[in-house]
Antibody, heavy 123, light 109 residues
Framework: QVQLQESGPGLVKPSETLSLTCTVSGGSISRSSYYWGWIRQPPGKGLEWVGSIYYSGSTHYNPSLKSRVTISVDTSKNQFSLKLSSVTAADTAVYYC???????????????WGQGTLVTVSS | EIVMTQSPATLSVSPGERATLSCRASQSVSSNLAWYQQKPGQAPRLLIYGASTRATGIPARFSGSGSGTEFTLTISSLQSEDFAVYYC???????????FGPGTKVDIK
């Protein structure tokens, strides 16, 4: 089964851009039956889907974050990345990357997940 | 946006007892519903997808049921390792707009 590992700065200043990378191992990011996603969880709170990407580069974002989010894929490195601009304290969260296997209709759930990385927005 | 609700917020259960968790969608999601388990300091783990299909390696004591707007996760006989927070997630929309429920915490009675 694939494994995922998030990496990136744990501290970001307000108004700056949060950048994270997810490295996929144990399988190709170019597999046709998978999307790849980012989900976040503020401390002590629930889960929020941030966005997803297909290996071809096709992306889908949470409308509440769409104006600030960019997800990209680098198939040569078996990685996908998240950029969230103009961050505020409300963006402080554990950010998870996850594989998203699809059914015959392209609908997908998240399995497995990376271990998550805490990103704190503070000056 | 489809809003997911879960009840109860907290469920206190004794080991060996049955636990029944509920998830409701604000509109029909057919059977496009997943359940996840999250333990403190860990990432969520997929338990169920397609409302009732157990993920690989998930014990048979976990079962999911329902369709449309009403769903249930049942843990037939709670083990010590099952005390955790459980989230439901719908994936019915296309283009994707995934939404999670607020979670049900299962703790020791």
């Amino acid at each position: 089964q694939v494994q995922l590992q998030e990496s990136g700065p744990g501290l970001v200043k307000p108004s700056e851009t949060l950048s994270l990378t997810c490295t996929v191992s144990g399988g190709s990011i170019s597999r046709s039956s998978y999307y790849w996603g980012w989900i976040r969880q503020p401390p002590g709170k629930g889960l929020e889907w941030v966005g997803s990407i297909y290996y071809s580069g096709s992306t889908h974002y949470n409308p509440s974050l769409k104006s600030r989010v960019t997800i990209s894929v680098d198939t040569s490195k078996n990685q996908f990345s998240l950029k969230l601009s103009s961050v505020t304290a409300a963006d402080t969260a554990v950010y998870y990357c996850a594989a998203a296997p699809t059914d015959d209709y392209g609908r997908c759930w998240f399995d497995p997940w990376g271990q998550g990385t805490l990103v704190t927005v503070s000056s | 946006e489809i809003v997911m609700t879960q009840s109860p917020a907290t469920l206190s259960v004794s080991p060996g007892e049955r636990a029944t968790l509920s998830c409701r969608a604000s509109q029909s999601v057919s059977s496009n519903l997943a359940w996840y388990q999250q333990k403190p300091g860990q990432a969520p783990r997929l338990l169920i997808y397609g409302a009732s299909t157990r993920a690989t390696g998930i014990p048979a004591r976990f079962s999911g049921s329902g369709s449309g707007t009403e769903f249930t996760l049942t843990i037939s006989s709670l083990q010590s390792e099952d005390f955790a927070v459980y989230y439901c997630q719908q994936y019915n929309n296309w283009p994707p707009l995934f939404t999670f429920g607020p979670g049900t915490k299962v703790d020791i009675k």
